[in-house]
């Protein structure tokens, strides 16, 4: 088929999804069905799968060198900016940070309206940033630096209800896209260096009211209290800061949660300190737990298990098997049963000096000595982890889990007294980079044995790389694949680019100036597709030469 | 009224009093003097100087402090600042754990003081950089000299004189990352030796010895690869003490286009 063919081929299956999908309120059937509507993105990963790969096509792997920009959104803010964009139907939303939201023609970037909510208060650890919303039929959701929950009018930017979630006092504030799940929307609260007490709560779609809340730190008289030393529990962390997947069939929705507080010592804490670093399957109807499974039990090295569970359907040893696809920040790549919880493997994707393996109920194996100290304490992964937020992608197509990773990093992990006050740093100690990561734009002088960013691709059955994109600096750009098995993804250094998905050959790359530090997504409008990425405090999209 | 004035004139004898802390009380770890010192350059050094004596009558670099009895005294007074002087408070700057780093640089400081026993003459110093040194060769000061190395119009301002001194005697000691140099070879197999300027996955930018700017895809390169070694030459032989110390007066003495 050539490109012309190809074209006219995806022009007309895009027109007939269109037609067969009434335009306006979203659905959450809709919202289930996204892989039916590759037009539209509809929640945070594209599908409530998680896996970040679209089925448009247009953008192949021999046209993909004719991308040329589009157009540009220029945020109206300093801070980084982490969104994902929506779009629906044309009409893409997203937020510039801290908190304002933005309607945009998804075709020409033009501005239909802004919602501004200005945070009173909120002390996020690491930048007043936001992830991106959520939609239920003509209503946005976002979650605010002062940990708030407020839905908005998608017609016209109104405010239709705010909910405090949590207090902005004791330093909790909400960072990532919300979750709809049915009529409700689940959200889940940061400041895990401050020693907050974590928790995921569903919300009334149209009321705000709460429906159900699940502590990530389970208080006495709960299941896992028992972790907790003392009243550690109280102040014991527990955050999350990135949006959960959802199996509908199971009825089992899946988040990532963070590090245990104090960060980096663990002495007023003894325990395994429950759900710290694990991933937790609720039920979407009740916020009960199904299943967990701890990734870093007892963790000083801020190995924050917040990255979003990627669910697929795949041969295992021969039989079909619903799993989870798992690159941790400790290192490690893990894939569970979905079902029960199960951990089927577990190996390291970066260099890994805390744990030599796991045990036959997948516990990872310590390695003595290696825990943070006064004087320092050299562990690989490094404080930022192997890899971190940055969205992994799952191609069903090449069978492949793709990474975003920071190779050869370590840290020196310091351990420190410290007591906990209402609202202040509750870390216990710091961490050191054996070499330094200046912040984009600056000027990078490492060489590669110090440490670099990559995109890796792991064979899920296995563990084993396939192969590797080598970035001279390293990455906290997510992840997008699509069904023409093209890659986009990009770096701290300011370059967005695509690869071949099967063999990681660089077939386009465009410099945007900027650290690419969000995920990529994908959309078409009237049979265009276009790629859209933030790098700096810009919003960029891209489509092919006409 | 007269008790107070009691109180006041023995805390003034107090602060008069020169604590000496021994730098042997506790061991820090190379990165965490590292850590301080950028700290301290980023915080300290604009009213402290390098050497933690700019400001008449405070020594930073020598363990020996008016106010404090002890580090945690120090971390006190950086927290709060002291009232009544241009010592700011940095307790909503720093956390209280980069304060104990940069007293740590305190300690190294102390543990690796310079000497003051045989002080330079800036101006000979001078004649010596631009003549007999040939340091213009490779470095400039307010346009003299090559580009090709680091400027040094203020590296009085942000570097201690024992490290200007351990530059000049033994220049692979410490290579800073940003004074790296590369070598490269182009297809057409021109070899090309320069200071880093940037890399990135496909490109590098350098300056070379004809000070030239220059970037290159590393696509049409055939090598590229870190020179490990300082270009610049030893001058333990080159010069004897006294117009060492010269020439470290007058590096000590750059402090940048305003700072003289």
Known sequence: ?546 | MRAFKLCTSVFAVFLATINTLSAKQQTDTPSEVNDGRQLFIANCAVCHGPDGDSVPGVDLGHGKFKRASSYDDLVEIISAGVPGTAMPAFSKELSDIEMRTIVAYFRFMAANAYSTSAPGDPVRGKAIFEGKGECLNCHSVKNKGSRLGPDLAEIGAVRRMIELERSLLEPNAEILLQNRMVRLVTRDGITITGRLLNQDTFSVQLIDSKERLLSFQKSSLKEYAFVDKSPMPTYRDKLNPGELADLVSYLVSLKGIGGQ
């Open chain 1, 1 to 546: 088929m050539n490109a012309r063919a190809a074209l006219l081929v995806s022009v007309v299956l895009s027109s007939l999804l269109s037609a067969s999908i009434s335009s306006g309120q979203v659905s959450f059937e809709r919202i289930l069905g996204a892989d039916k509507e590759p037009q539209n993105w509809l929640t945070y990963s594209g599908t409530t799968l998680s896996q970040r790969h679209s089925l448009l096509n247009q953008i192949t792997p021999a046209n993909v060198k004719n991308l040329e920009l589009q157009w540009i959104y220029q945020a109206r803010s300093l801070e980084k900016f982490e969104a994902t964009p929506l779009v629906v139907d044309g009409i893409m939303y997203t937020v510039q940070a801290p908190n304002h939201v933005i309607a945009l023609d998804a075709a020409t970037g033009r501005v239909f309206w802004t919602y501004s909510h200005h945070p009173v208060r909120g002390r996020p650890c690491c930048g007043r940033v936001n992830r991106g919303l959520a939609i239920l039929d003509d209503i946005l959701f976002m979650g605010t630096i002062d940990a708030h929950l407020i839905a908005i009018d998608a017609k016209n930017g109104r405010p239709l209800w705010d909910t405090t979630v949590a207090s902005a006092r004791s330093a909790y504030t909400i960072t990532h896209a919300p979750l709809v799940i049915k009529d409700k929307v689940i959200v889940g609260t940061a400041g895990g260096e401050y020693g907050i007490r974590g928790f995921l709560a569903a919300y009334d779609a149209h009321t705000g009211k709460e429906v159900w809340r699940f502590n990530t730190i389970p208080g006495p008289g709960e299941p896992g209290h028992e972790t907790w030393g003392g009243d550690s529990w109280k102040t014991g962390g527990g955050p999350l800061w990135m949006t959960g997947s959802y199996d509908p069939v199971l009825n089992l929705t899946y988040w990532g949660v963070g590090n245990p507080s104090p960060d980096w010592n663990g002495d007023d804490r003894p325990g395994d300190n429950l759900y710290s670093d694990s991933v937790i399957a609720l039920d979407a109807d009740t916020g009960m737990l199904k299943w967990y499974y701890q990734f870093s039990p007892h963790d000083e090295f801020d190995y924050d298990a917040v990255q979003v569970p990627v669910l697929a359907d795949m041969e295992w040893q021969g039989k079909p098997r619903k799993v989870i696809l798992w690159a941790n920040r400790n290192g490690f790549f893990y894939v569970l049963d979905r079902a029960t919880g199960q951990f089927l493997l577990g190996k390291p994707f970066v260099a890994v000096t805390w744990a030599s393996g796991f045990d036959e109920k997948g516990r990872p194996v310590l390695l003595p000595g290696k825990v943070p100290s006064a004087e320092g304490t050299l562990i690989s992964p490094g404080n930022p982890g192997g890899t971190s937020w940055y969205s992994p992608s799952y191609n069903p197509r090449t069978g492949l889990f793709y990474i975003p990773a920071w190779v050869n990093s370590s840290s020196l992990f310091v351990k420190a007294p410290v007591k906990y006050r209402e609202g202040r740093e509750y870390a216990g100690g710091t961490n050191r980079s054996t070499v330094a990561f200046d912040w984009s734009p600056a000027p990078n002088f490492r060489k590669e044995e110090e440490g670099y960013g990559a995109v890796r691709a792991v064979d899920p059955h296995t563990g084993e790389m396939r192969w590797e994109f080598k970035m001279a600096d390293v990455t906290e750009g997510g992840i997008l694949t699509t069904a023409s098995d093209l890659l986009f993804s990009g770096g701290r250094e300011g370059y967005f680019f695509a690869l071949d998905a099967r063999s990681g050959e660089l077939l386009w790359k465009a410099a945007v100036g900027a650290a690419v530090q969000s995920g990529p997504m994908t959309y078409s409008v009237n049979g265009k597709q276009y790629v859209a990425v933030n790098a700096g405090t810009c919003l960029f999209v891209f489509g092919l030469r006409q």
